[in-house]
């Protein structure tokens, strides 16, 4: 959260019980072994067992909600009870989930959608009303869910059940990439009517048994799951806020999966036999977001200052010790449309000096938002605010609630640490960068980049989106306010009986935090 995510997925995070020692306390019902990306201590795979796996978790924040879902923990939950018509793939192409297939009319305004067969938890089979149900409580204007900026060309008065496995959605205008709608964060398929998910009834490989908000959650199998059933007996969810204590308590036997490692854990422990690491390389863009909307960052100068006196190497090798690549100020590094051709932006202190002498900032003392809600967030704004300095600029570290701290930034401050896992380039700007986007962290508002957008996604023709996206990208990387420094390889733990564990799979794909297939050894 995403943070959240999203954002990457938006994450909060709050401590289990007080560390390490409460990981005990909170486990002493699991009993399965141990989980591994790789397959030579699982064997081959197998049903049966418990698998444990720690996340970090948002405390009294924390929903069962698909629709709500933020935290990387949700997000893996929300996956696991229930389905989207559409995921991402590895290199975040668009693959078929509860639907079988989509085709768009000559004019784009109209997709016809068949699903799958396919049953909820309570036997019930899914249907087009179900569907057309969770797109209405998506996009309610009351709410603000995650996926209603994806979801909100839909036409829905207009759009109809032709019958219960097929439907027709009817949008508000042309739009070619309509199938990154099916897939995104949070649209996932609930039963109609469902609006309570204190005990959530999905279509995915795991039903709910029990949950104590902040601490646990139980999942058995759901035998009659459309796409196989999963391999373990059950999968429970424990919070651990702190990377430590999930390490330690991976490392005690006391978990069997722990997400969200850091590469300093991963090098120290590479050749213990003790644990195995999942590397999902290019995974998380890392950066810093300033809001473009107000003092000092409406100056346009001092935006530009901000990207040059970043030094991007020191910040990947120290930060991310060297698992990552340096970024260049955009978003979704190697997927479609990502603007390649424009050069690589680098340390120029000179340049960025009389940038700030030219913006009158010189001295000046600027807050940055920061929380450890995601691994090297501290770390990273230590660093960049001795980078800053040379500039004459005084970055003044401000620790945020860790509970909070996602929505604390949306709208707060000035000056923030940011990340996200991967989205297609489409997505990131509908969510993040027009006008009435819902996660607009930078307050990114231009009428002719939304106008941009709407071109692009109305074109049927390829070479005319990548042009509007090209020229999009352009414009954020010479005066936006995403400070894009690295991408983040995604690091994962495991004990070395658990197999199974994707390792193609970045952050917010389909494959990532995903359960279903893996087994216990």
Not at 123 to 142: E, N
Not at 152 to 175: C, G, H, I, Q
Not at 476 to 499: K, S
């Amino acid at each position: 959260m995403v943070h959240p995510p999203f954002t990457a997925p938006r994450m909060s995070r709050r401590g289990l019980l007080g560390g390490a020692a409460a990981v005990s306390a909170a486990l002493l019902t699991g009993c399965g072994s141990g989980n591994e990306p790789a397959a030579t201590a699982a064997g081959e795979p197998r049903r049966g067992g418990r698998l444990r796996a720690a996340f970090a978790g948002g405390g009294a924040n924390e929903t069962l909600d698909p629709h709500l879902a933020n935290l990387f923990n949700e997000a893996s939950r929300a996956k696991a009870m229930f389905d989207k018509l559409a995921d991402y793939g590895p290199d975040v192409s668009i693959q078929p989930r509860l639907a079988e297939g989509w085709e768009p009319s000559s004019d784009l305004t109209r997709w016809r959608i068949t699903l799958r067969p396919a049953t909820f938890h309570d036997g019930r089979p899914v249907r087009a009303a179900d569907v057309l149900y969770s797109y209405a409580r998506m996009t309610d204007p009351k709410k603000a869910f995650r996926a209603k900026a994806s979801l909100e060309l839909l036409d829905l008065p207009n759009s109809r059940a032709v019958d219960d496995r097929t439907l027709e959605l009817a949008l508000k205008r042309p739009f070619a990439e309509f199938p990154n709608a099916l897939a995104a964060f949070g649209a996932y398929i609930v039963p109609e009517g469902a609006d309570s998910f204190e005990r959530p009834v999905g279509s995915g490989p795991f039903t709910f048994d029990s949950w104590q908000p902040g601490r646990t959650l139980l999942l058995k199998r759901y035998d009659g799951y459309w796409d196989g059933a999963a391999h373990l007996d059950e999968l429970e969810y424990l919070i651990s806020n702190e990377e430590s204590a999930r390490v330690n308590a991976l490392l005690a036997g006391q978990v069997d999966y722990a997400h969200d490692i850091t590469p300093i854990t991963a090098r120290t422990h590479a050749d213990s036999g003790r644990m195995t690491v999942t590397r999902m390389p290019n995974s998380t863009m890392q950066s810093f977001v300033m809001k473009v909307d107000r003092p000092p960052f409406d100056n346009r100068d001092l935006r530009e200052a901000m990207f040059l006196l970043t030094d991007r190497q020191q910040l990947v090798d120290t930060v991310l010790a060297g698992s990552g690549q340096i970024g260049n100020d955009l978003f979704g590094k190697g997927y479609q449309y990502y603007a390649d051709d424009i050069p690589q932006r680098g340390l120029d202190l000179d340049r960025a000096r009389f940038l700030v002498d030219k913006a009158g900032a010189k001295g000046l003392r600027i807050p940055l938002d920061t929380a450890p809600v995601a691994s090297g967030f501290v770390e990273a704004a230590s660093v960049f605010t001795e980078q800053a300095k040379q500039a004459g600029l005084v970055i003044e570290t401000a620790m945020g609630n860790k509970d909070t701290y996602w929505k604390d930034i949306l709208n707060s401050g000035v000056l923030a640490s940011y990340r996200s896992g991967a989205m297609p380039i489409e997505t990131h700007i509908s969510q993040r960068l027009l006008t009435n986007s819902t996660t607009n962290a930078t307050r990114w508002t231009r009428p002719e980049f939304d106008a941009l957008y709407a071109k692009a996604i109305s074109s049927a023709d390829e070479a005319t989106r990548r042009q509007a996206y090209g020229d999009m990208q352009r414009t954020l990387h010479a005066e936006g306010g995403f400070l894009i420094w690295g991408f983040a390889d995604f690091l994962v733990a495991a004990a070395p009986r658990v197999g199974g564990v994707s390792a193609n799979a970045p952050a917010n794909t389909l494959d990532w935090a995903r359960f279903d297939k893996v087994w216990l050894g």
